[in-house]
């Protein structure tokens, strides 16, 4: 009897830690695919010749996707269980990528968006899966401990990304730029602007075949379904009498807190870039700064995986985090120079905890609305594609430093939240 329940235990325990490691693999290659934006901005900036406003359309094609496919993304789990939803999702992202075949070879912005638009779609399928799953694998308590663990997965890749697709995109981009901005033969000009833009052809021909390879490793993994139909069954008394997830204030709270958070993370990766080139400093350094903004996300994520749930609730992490994010900002906007470029790439550091915290916080206790509730947080990465074109459009009317006055109201949000809201008509057994 022991030594079954020995082995027993080790199975799950030796379950628990693949399923980790997969999820892992995933959050690290859609990472490395959704980072590559802040490198895209100012690539198809000179490449299409584009205003601030019109860059972010870049961020806007890629994060849309999740506002109108979470919901879809959610009956398709229901149906295909969450590895096949996975696979799925990984194949639809590599024909994202394809499509910037030909929007390469002919230099058209729309192309390039609509090939932006069906990655996302694929990833609003992942992230309906993969968060919810990292969620419900072990205690609400830990959630977001693991959530960190991927968070450390998807922006090492962050990382990596931007200077691997800059070192090969914008490679002597300051010299053609200023060639194109002197040069009165438009012939030289359109052959500059058709070489540049067909640079992203063979790195987005290896995106689409490693993802696709990856969705048939997913597909025949040894990855487990969670059955959340019967985890509801556990939580049903926090749930009952209810008819809609709207009944529940703090999902409710929630939901605001992580659309405002997620423009939040992507202003602080996406326009840092630009935000850099802006000071004087030079395309091939500017470009870095989103890593640098990365790199700080994976310092505040060890941080957390380090004091959560010890030391502190995720409900105190995210308030403690918010702060930060809001005198961070205030220093940005206030100081002059390109000092201030790095109190943008801080806000990583602010950033990290508050996707792995807001999650577990608007989740807890939702009991037979858990698949409901994660369609509609996924779909609040919309805010992602809209704060982002705030942000290009206030930088077109006042100056790029100036703009960043849109991220301070969002931060005193979500520590509101973190203190208070998420509180409001929370069960009290749930944890926070």
């Known amino acids: 009897m022991a030594t079954t329940a020995t082995v027993s235990a080790n199975g799950q325990k030796n379950s628990y830690v693949t399923s980790i490691i997969i999820i892992g693999a995933l959050f690290f290659i859609f990472g490395f695919v959704t980072w590559l934006n802040g490198t895209l901005i100012p690539f198809l900036k000179i490449a299409c010749q584009l205003t601030n406003f019109e860059a972010y359309f870049v961020t806007f094609a890629f994060y849309i996707s999740?506002?109108?496919?979470?919901?879809?993304?959610?009956?398709?789990?229901?149906?295909?269980?969450?590895?096949?939803?996975?696979?799925?999702?990984?194949?639809?992202?590599?024909?994202?990528?394809?499509?910037?075949?030909?929007?390469?070879q002919t230099r058209t912005f729309g192309l390039f968006l609509t090939g932006l638009f069906i990655q996302g779609a694929g990833l609003s399928l992942l992230q309906t899966a993969s968060n919810p799953?990292?969620?419900?694998?072990?205690?609400?308590?830990?959630?977001?401990?693991?959530?960190?663990?991927?968070?450390?997965?998807?922006?090492?890749?962050?990382?990596?990304?931007?200077?691997?697709?800059?070192?090969?995109?914008?490679?002597?981009?300051?010299?053609?730029r200023e060639t194109i901005a002197t040069t009165t033969n438009m012939a030289q000009k359109e052959a500059l602007l058709s070489e540049l833009s067909g640079?992203?052809?063979?790195?987005?021909?290896?995106?689409?075949?490693?993802?696709?390879?990856?969705?048939?490793?997913?597909?025949?993994?040894?990855?487990?379904?969670?059955?959340?139909?019967?985890?509801?069954?556990?939580?049903?008394?926090?749930?009952?009498?209810?008819?809609?997830?709207?009944?529940?204030?703090?999902?409710?709270?929630?939901?605001?807190?992580?659309?405002?958070?997620?423009?939040?993370?992507?202003?602080?990766?996406?326009?840092?870039?630009?935000?850099?080139?802006?000071?004087?400093?030079?395309t091939s350094k500017a470009i870095v700064f989103t890593s640098y903004t990365l790199f700080s996300m994976v310092v505040g994520y060890i941080l957390g995986i380090a004091l959560i749930p010890k030391t502190l609730s995720q409900s105190k992490a995210?308030?403690?985090?918010?702060?930060?994010?809001?005198?961070?900002?205030?220093?940005?906007?206030?100081?002059?120079?390109?000092?201030?470029?790095?109190?943008?790439?801080?806000?990583?550091?602010a950033n990290a905890i508050m996707w792995p915290a807001i999650w577990p916080l608007a989740l807890g206790g939702l009991g037979r609305f858990t698949k409901i509730a994660s369609a509609l947080l996924v779909m609040c990465i919309a805010g992602c594609a809209i704060l982002p074109l705030v942000y290009g459009?206030?930088?077109?009317?006042?100056?790029?430093?100036?703009?960043?006055?849109?991220?301070?109201?969002?931060?005193?949000?979500?520590?509101?939240?973190?203190?208070?809201?998420?509180?409001?008509?929370?069960?009290?057994?749930?944890?926070?």
């Open 393 to 432: 459009r206030l930088a077109d009317i006042f100056t790029r430093q100036q703009a960043y006055w849109i991220v301070v109201p969002c931060y005193l949000w979500i520590t509101y939240y973190a203190f208070r809201g998420h509180k409001i008509g929370r069960p009290a057994e749930v944890g926070d």
């Open 199 to 282: 640079r992203v052809i063979v790195p987005y021909i290896i995106i689409a075949i490693a993802l696709t390879l990856l969705a048939v490793l997913v597909r025949y993994s040894p990855l487990q379904d969670i059955d959340t139909d019967r985890e509801d069954q556990h939580v049903n008394d926090a749930t009952h009498g209810k008819t809609s997830v709207f009944q529940f204030p703090y999902f409710v709270l929630g939901i605001i807190t992580l659309f405002l958070y997620a423009g939040c993370e992507v202003i602080a990766g996406d326009t840092v870039a630009l935000y850099a080139m802006s000071t004087g400093i030079g």
């Open 318 to 349: 995210l308030g403690i985090s918010a702060i930060l994010g809001f005198l961070f900002a205030l220093t940005a906007i206030l100081i002059k120079g390109p000092a201030s470029v790095y109190f943008i790439s801080l806000l990583g550091f």
């Open 133 to 176: 799953y990292i969620v419900i694998l072990g205690p609400i308590e830990s959630a977001a401990k693991r959530i960190s663990i991927m968070g450390i997965c998807n922006k090492t890749a962050g990382i990596l990304s931007p200077l691997i697709l800059g070192f090969i995109v914008l490679k002597n981009a300051d010299s053609i």
């Open 66 to 104: 999740y506002f109108f496919l979470a919901i879809p993304s959610s009956w398709i789990l229901h149906k295909t269980g969450f590895k096949n939803g996975m696979a799925l999702g990984l194949f639809v992202m590599a024909i994202g990528s394809i499509i910037f075949i030909p929007a390469g």
